[in-house]
């Protein structure tokens, strides 16, 4: 190996170390590992800046600015008090309800954009209650993972994969996602349940309190409403189409950001742009930075090509390696780069006989997507998710979060190789 390859494996399992204790904020962490990379020579600064995702922190920046300006309307106060009603109040069926809002709203946004609309109401409605929103939180980003894994726009490695793979349709992954998703939400609701029902005791006179909270007056400005919801759903139905106007979902976003500061005027810009959770960008960035060099000095190269000359060319073990191999990866590692190099993987094993590369794809899929709900750092919607909740002053910790979410996702990835060894492989 590589002295070059070497000096990279150690500065990100260095950074990963400081990431992990928590003695140094992450961003900073991040963004010194990967201005590292670049000044130790491994990797130069114009090929850093290739692999810095600016299409994903693009769509994180315009949904950002499109959900506080959202904020002011009093839309996300008017929802939480809807939903806590109709759950009578009570903080688990609550949790419930809004666990299967994130999923289902993460297959037809994008989880990103899902927990940026969720995690407001989650506040508002744990500050009635008085309890932690750390639990309900929790299970939102597992969901939010979950659902996104269903369709074509839910997570970036699905739009990656249909990207590369044109028989893979939306309706392609529908059908073939959207039954396991089912399955894994179905096991996950009754495990939230019994994990978080202990922290989530409210005092009667709370629920009360919800029970009897008036929803009329709670939005503060109808026309400012409009305007939102308009811009929104223009914005939605931009991702639904963006292979048919072939526009990438960063632009999208930040059209619909600018669309919408301009049909409000400047006084609600300053306003956003100070809303945008700028500590979480950076800390893409650094990540970004950080993978970078693993990727071109061959370190990810090389691991996914001995991982698949160990099945020996075989669908059926193959299939099961890119499972096992992407949720592990996927939980530790941006999954972003990690599934843009196993994509000329499975392409080239085409190129070698290997006739149906289809259970190949939806592992590939599952795996990266449900990976990303192992760790922290796994997946965008879960960093994004954690920095605001540090900002509300209830920080989620690593291995809080890690000693939960890594178990329910290694279920996940059970369900999901029974699931694709008996619907393609038996």
């Given at each position: 190996?590589?002295?070059?390859?070497?000096?990279?494996?150690?500065?990100?399992?260095?950074?990963?170390?400081?990431?992990?204790?928590?003695?140094?904020?992450?961003?900073?962490?991040?963004?010194?590992?990967g201005?590292?990379?670049?000044?130790?020579?491994?990797?130069?600064?114009?090929?850093?800046?290739?692999?810095?995702?600016?299409?994903?922190?693009?769509?994180?920046?315009?949904?950002?600015?499109?959900?506080?300006?959202?904020?002011?309307?009093?839309?996300?106060?008017?929802?939480?008090?809807?939903?806590?009603?109709?759950?009578?109040?009570?903080?688990?069926?609550?949790?419930?309800?809004?666990?299967?809002?994130?999923?289902?709203?993460?297959?037809?946004?994008?989880?990103?954009?899902?927990?940026?609309?969720?995690?407001?109401?989650?506040?508002?409605?744990?500050?009635?209650?008085?309890?932690?929103?750390?639990?309900?939180?929790?299970?939102?980003?597992?969901?939010?993972?979950?659902?996104?894994?269903?369709?074509?726009?839910?997570?970036?490695?699905?739009?990656?994969?249909?990207?590369?793979?044109?028989e893979?349709?939306?309706?392609?992954?529908?059908?073939?996602?959207t039954?396991?998703?089912?399955?894994?939400?179905?096991?996950?609701?009754?495990?939230?349940?019994?994990?978080?029902?202990?922290?989530?005791?409210?005092?009667?006179?709370?629920?009360?309190?919800?029970?009897?909270?008036?929803?009329?007056?709670?939005?503060?400005d109808?026309?400012?409403?409009?305007?939102?919801?308009?811009?929104?759903?223009?914005?939605i139905?931009?991702?639904?189409?963006?292979?048919?106007?072939?526009?990438?979902?960063?632009?999208?976003?930040?059209?619909?950001?600018?669309?919408?500061?301009?049909?409000?005027?400047?006084?609600?810009?300053?306003?956003?742009?100070?809303?945008?959770?700028?500590?979480t960008?950076?800390?893409?960035?650094?990540?970004?930075?950080?993978v970078?060099?693993?990727v071109?000095?061959?370190?990810?190269?090389?691991?996914a090509?001995?991982?698949?000359?160990?099945?020996?060319?075989?669908?059926?073990?193959?299939?099961?390696?890119?499972?096992?191999?992407?949720?592990?990866?996927?939980?530790?590692?941006?999954?972003?780069?990690?599934?843009?190099t196993?994509?000329?993987?499975?392409?080239?094993?085409?190129?070698?006989?290997?006739?149906?590369?289809?259970?190949?794809?939806?592992?590939?899929?599952?795996?990266?997507?449900?990976?990303?709900n192992?760790?922290?750092?796994?997946?965008?919607?879960?960093?994004?998710?954690?920095?605001?909740?540090?900002?509300?002053g209830?920080?989620?910790?690593?291995?809080?979060?890690?000693?939960?979410?890594?178990?329910?996702?290694?279920?996940?990835?059970?369900?999901?190789s029974?699931?694709v060894?008996?619907?393609?492989?038996?």
């Amino acid at each position: 190996m590589e002295h070059q390859a070497v000096w990279a494996i150690v500065i990100f399992l260095l950074s990963y170390a400081l990431l992990i204790s928590e003695k140094i904020h992450r961003t900073i962490v991040a963004m010194l590992g990967g201005l590292l990379v670049v000044l130790s020579g491994i990797v130069d600064q114009a090929t850093v800046l290739r692999h810095i995702d600016f299409n994903t922190l693009g769509l994180l920046i315009g949904m950002m600015i499109i959900v506080s300006v959202t904020a002011d309307t009093g839309l996300f106060r008017f929802i939480a008090i809807w939903a806590a009603k109709r759950a009578k109040g009570k903080p688990v069926r609550i949790m419930v309800a809004l666990t299967v809002i994130t999923a289902v709203g993460s297959a037809f946004l994008d989880n990103v954009t899902t927990v940026l609309l969720m995690v407001p109401v989650t506040f508002s409605i744990t500050r009635q209650l008085r309890i932690t929103p750390i639990p309900f939180l929790m299970a939102e980003i597992i969901a939010s993972n979950v659902g996104g894994t269903a369709t074509l726009i839910g997570d970036p490695p699905n739009i990656m994969i249909g990207s590369a793979v044109k028989e893979l349709t939306f309706g392609a992954f529908i059908a073939n996602l959207t039954p396991i998703v089912i399955i894994i939400m179905a096991a996950y609701i009754p495990l939230f349940v019994l994990l978080f029902r202990k922290q989530m005791r409210a005092e009667p006179e709370r629920i009360r309190a919800i029970m009897e909270l008036e929803q009329a007056g709670l939005i503060t400005d109808v026309k400012l409403l409009v305007k939102c919801l308009a811009v929104l759903g223009v914005t939605i139905a931009g991702f639904f189409l963006h292979q048919i106007i072939h526009a990438e979902s960063a632009a999208i976003a930040l059209s619909g950001a600018f669309i919408l500061l301009l049909l409000t005027g400047e006084r609600h810009m300053e306003e956003a742009f100070g809303k945008v959770e700028w500590m979480t960008i950076f800390f893409f960035i650094g990540l970004f930075s950080l993978v970078a060099g693993l990727v071109e000095t061959g370190v990810i190269a090389d691991l996914a090509a001995r991982a698949i000359e160990l099945t020996g060319g075989d669908v059926a073990a193959t299939s099961m390696l890119i499972l096992w191999l992407s949720a592990v990866a996927s939980a530790f590692l941006d999954n972003i780069p990690f599934v843009a190099t196993m994509i000329p993987m499975i392409q080239e094993m085409g190129n070698m006989g290997v006739d149906n590369l289809e259970p190949l794809w939806w592992s590939l899929a599952l795996g990266a997507c449900l990976g990303g709900n192992g760790t922290l750092i796994g997946a965008s919607a879960n960093l994004i998710t954690a920095g605001l909740s540090a900002k509300e002053g209830y920080p989620i910790r690593f291995m809080a979060y890690m000693k939960i979410a890594f178990p329910l996702m290694l279920l996940s990835i059970i369900l999901s190789s029974a699931y694709v060894y008996v619907r393609y492989l038996m």
